[in-house]
């Protein structure tokens, strides 16, 4: 009896704090950055009048120009505005909502608000993928929290989804389109477009950086795959350690290729853990994906999430995950979910070894000169490494001297058929590298 | 600095409230209703191995028969069976998990629970559509909570994504389909079998009832809409003035209707928030809907929920609306939450009126004993009602004296249409009454 009447004190202590919070006095929260994000989420405070939150405090930079901005307008005339961290620090905001991103000085400053008895609501998945288990360890020996729900997928409530709908799943994969950029340049790219044009496009409308690099090769992808794959599968990445592959060796007549095959082409992030070894199979690269898979169904900057379950099965997340606004919802969700003590717990984390490889059936695509004995010498190298053709397609209408054509492979390791890649690509006749593409199976369809 | 001291002082108090039901004395839990669902919450929560939850007692009558019964292995020794309720008010038990469905005495026993100071987890779509404003408030005075996440859409995490995850948004319309049973029966009649052939075997399969009414004609799905009103759009509706139509009056040919024109069919489930009057819209009915749309991508027994929020747009959530594991994972769920009292506040909710109108494209499908002038005479009654006829299709290949054919109209409102439809009836050439159908817009794309 004496549990009971423990918990039953510690109960309506708990449903006085939320009481208290939700009508009372405000929680205080403070703005680090006041960008497009930054501004978006005090414009929701403002617009959604949600009780129980005050934002007291913004930090910026050239703090005066922000605060003279149109974008400033929704901000109450109470607030300090400042460009000096310490005067955060000692303020009575109790969050403070990091949206600077980056490392440094995010991680040192986040140190300094959880020695000080604040609790951090962060959009920063840079910094969350690879220091989010030692700062969430801190932010507990504080006492105080970090949440990071907007980190992934902007608006799409992925992490919230998880955390507090799956809770009891034992989730053994996940796969999404977590990149707003490569999904608008191959969803664009399905209609026929090439690369460069439609990479220009994406840069010209603020969906591409100048150096895209971080966009196309996969790295932000990858850091998100991170913060998922601690979430869904209790699994600590280095996310250095995860296998990338760029989407710009991807060309038009790919997705021509795709579509005779029943798919499409997506910029996949895909972490599943191996039940036996542990192991952690993760890969982000552009993959085959047939049109019935709901990861064909996202367009444009859309984000899409897949988590499998042993239990639940497959559950899909979908809606815009960037832009001001949409990521402004999840950082404000997450202010509340501080605010009114219901963030979830998350489960214990441990850390696990990574692999790139991946049991699956292969897209090769070829460029050559065309003479006799090329596709004899291909499958003569792929028999070698013990891989078996599926399907040889060859559309017509290229000119023999280059000359596109696809063989597909039946289920291989990805390292056999990397083996083979490198042995082809030396053949005298490659124009170019062969693109090595993974086809997701049905197994991935949700239903 | 009263109030930072005080939140401070919460703070720390909550959080030990955290780590010790997590790690010390596991929360108790009693199960009432020990069926499909009620024993794969109880494997479930042995084959998790979750933290911080025991599973005590079990509630169900005849329940010895349960008790020898294979699904009852996985439940530890340690686990009180009864057939007496008060054995379960009476016990250390803190969390009670209601199983049993319908109003009586589900509603008389949660109750009783409350003020013994039991939270309750509930799958009750019925009770919580219609008792569940005054059940949360009477909870709330008790000091003690209410969670049903699975009420809608059993495994896919709807209710806590929406209120976690998108708290911060104003959600001005949801749309879904919540009901398997008429999504299995649509999605078979896509490719060409027709409605009693599909209800069949859906009986056959388990997935419909001998009386399928409750499916079939809407009144479980509108259940559930009430239920995202109030997560959503926090609005209180009265279950029987939503709107409902059949699904049973829709037949192979709308499907191939429905294709040409760039759609298919689904029972959608719909509300909407009118900014001015405050009036919520709500419909429960087979609508065509644009292949393009999300809500034409669930097949089978698939659920789907779309959400439309003034800062997020559109958020998609799907996956495995029944079954007796997808629903344990939400119960599961909402156990963890209460244990950990993480559950998300809900936004003040208020009553709303219903009304069933909406401004939409329709779909009416004639069955006539063709003879000249009947083109004529539908043109008039539209004329007189002012809808103005968009597109008229007519296939091939049906016998003249019973032909089916299909006069789609410009958006106009349910009730103008409805009466058109009246006049329509009655005229001599028609072997049955008009179907008429909602066309959803592109609007309601997630895009």
């Not at 929260?29 to 405090?57: N, W, Y």
């Not at 895209?212 to 280095?238: Q, T, W, Y």
Request: glycine share 8%; hydrophobic share 45%; net charge neutral.
């Amino acid at each position: 009896m004496a549990i009971k009447r423990k918990t039953s004190l510690l109960k309506a202590v708990n449903t006085l704090t939320k009481t208290t919070d939700a009508s009372d006095s405000p929680v205080k929260i403070a703005l680090l950055g006041f960008g497009t994000v930054g501004s978006s989420v005090a414009r929701v405070i403002a617009e959604s009048k949600l009780p129980g939150i005050e934002l007291t405090h913004i930090f910026n930079r050239n703090v005066e120009r922000k605060r003279a901005s149109a974008a400033a307008k929704c901000v109450p005339a109470s607030v300090v505005w400042t460009e000096n961290f310490d005067e955060i620090l000692n303020s009575g905001a109790e969050i403070v909502v990091e949206l600077m991103g980056g490392l440094d000085p995010a991680e040192d400053w986040l140190k300094k608000c959880f020695a000080a008895g604040k609790s951090v609501v962060t959009a920063n998945k840079q910094l969350i993928a690879y220091r989010g288990a030692a700062l969430s360890r801190l932010a507990a020996k504080h006492g105080v929290q970090l949440v990071h729900g907007a980190a992934v997928a902007g608006g799409v409530p992925v992490i919230p989804g998880i955390l507090q709908g799956l809770g009891g799943d034992q989730i053994t994969r996940i796969s999404g389109i977590v990149n707003g950029t490569c999904n608008y340049i191959l969803s664009r790219m399905e209609t026929g477009a090439e690369y460069a044009a439609v990479l220009a496009d994406a840069q010209r409308l603020g969906y591409a950086e100048a150096n895209p690099s971080a966009d196309v090769d996969g790295f932000d992808a990858r850091a998100k795959l991170c913060i998922l794959s601690r979430i869904a599968l209790h699994a600590e990445l280095d996310p250095d350690a995860v296998a990338t592959q760029t989407i710009s060796t991807v060309e038009a007549v790919d997705f021509a290729y795709a579509k005779e095959l029943g798919c499409t082409i997506r910029q996949v992030s895909r972490a599943q853990m191996d039940a036996k070894s542990r192991l952690v199979h993760a890969r982000v690269a552009p993959m085959l994906v047939p049109l019935t898979s709901p990861l064909a169904w996202s367009h444009g900057t859309q984000n899409m999430v897949v988590t499998s379950g042993k239990f639940g099965g497959d559950v899909v997340f979908s809606g815009h995950g960037a832009g001001g606004e949409p990521t402004a919802v999840a950082v404000v969700a997450d202010i509340l979910a501080v605010a009114q003590h219901s963030v979830a717990v998350e489960l214990p984390v441990r850390r696990r070894e990574v692999t790139g490889e991946f049991m699956a059936p292969h897209y090769l695509r070829f460029v050559v000169d065309d003479k006799p004995g090329i596709v004899s010498g291909i499958a003569g190298t792929l028999a070698k490494v013990g891989a078996n053709i599926d399907s040889l397609l060859q559309r017509p209408g290229y000119p023999k001297h280059k000359l596109p054509f696809v063989i597909t492979t039946e289920p291989c390791l990805t390292s056999t058929i990397e083996k083979a890649v490198a042995a082809m690509a030396k053949m005298d006749c490659m124009l170019e590298r062969p693109l090595c593409l993974q086809i997701l199976t049905l197994d991935d369809k949700a239903e």
